[in-house]
T-cell receptor, first 115, second 112 residues
Framework: NAGVTQTPKFQVLKTGQSMTLQCAQDMNHNSMYWYRQDPGMGLRLIYYSASEGTTDKGEVPNGYNVSRLNKREFSLRLESAAPSQTSVYFC??????????????FGPGTRLLVL | DQQVKQNSPSLSVQEGRISILNCDYTNSMFDYFLWYKKYPAEGPTFLISISSIKDKNEDGRFTVFLNKSAKHLSLHIVPSQPGDSAVYFCAASGRTGNQFYFGTGTSLTVIP
């Protein structure tokens, strides 16, 4: 099992360029998430997908779009990148454990620099 | 507005001693709490969780304590080992969905 994989690992963009961050999980989890991590801010939820075919906004969705392509894949798109989107992006998937509460499993992250 | 707070950015502890990492939350609707550990250039990994129906949960060297009245939880690591050196995040969620709120993290250094 590879767990949660993310591509690319690192990307440099110019302001206004677009790109898609890819995420895939092989654990048959229903729920998937995108977070960003900024210095002094912890991880903040951008979007999540509770199941295939559904997506919902998190704390900081502005400037992003997502696609839950199938149960395995959840992509994050920046249509017009801005320097404020320079961050480390983490994808996660989750499974309900005992008591029905979700536990998240994270990918290794994508470092994005917007110039 | 940070709903989950970790007020200590860093902590240093001698190997073999106890490490205590603290976390406070403001939202009384949170009823499930988790701790994650993160090494540099890796994603966070799940460590331990606790539901609000409990005040303590233990897993090996790791124990999480929850004080609901104070809206405070802590992670105890006993004994601390050099491999425990990492950034620790606490996170919280409520019943109503999949939204998890993370603290800003505490960087733990265990000195050999």
């Amino acid at each position: 099992n590879a767990g949660v994989t993310q591509t690319p690992k690192f990307q440099v963009l110019k302001t206004g360029q677009s790109m898609t961050l890819q995420c895939a999980q092989d654990m048959n989890h229903n729920s998937m998430y995108w977070y960003r991590q900024d210095p002094g801010m912890g991880l903040r939820l951008i979007y999540y997908s509770a199941s295939e075919g559904t997506t919902d906004k998190g704390e900081v969705p502005n400037g992003y779009n997502v696609s839950r392509l199938n149960k395995r894949e959840f992509s994050l798109r920046l249509e017009s990148a801005a320097p404020s989107q320079t961050s480390v992006y983490f994808c996660a998937s989750s499974v309900a454990g005992r008591g029905g509460r979700e536990t998240q499993y994270f990918g290794p992250g994508t470092r994005l620099l917007v110039l | 507005d940070q709903q989950v707070k970790q007020n200590s950015p860093s902590l240093s502890v001698q190997e073999g001693r106890i490490s205590i990492l603290n976390c406070d939350y403001t939202n009384s609707m949170f009823d499930y709490f988790l701790w994650y550990k993160k090494y540099p250039a890796e994603g966070p990994t799940f460590l331990i969780s606790i539901s609000s129906i409990k005040d303590k949960n233990e897993d090996g060297r790791f124990t999480v304590f929850l004080n609901k009245s104070a809206k405070h939880l802590s992670l105890h690591i006993v004994p601390s080992q050099p491999g425990d050196s990492a950034v620790y995040f606490c996170a919280a969620s409520g019943r109503t969905g999949n939204q998890f709120y993370f603290g800003t993290g505490t960087s733990l250094t265990v000195i050999p």
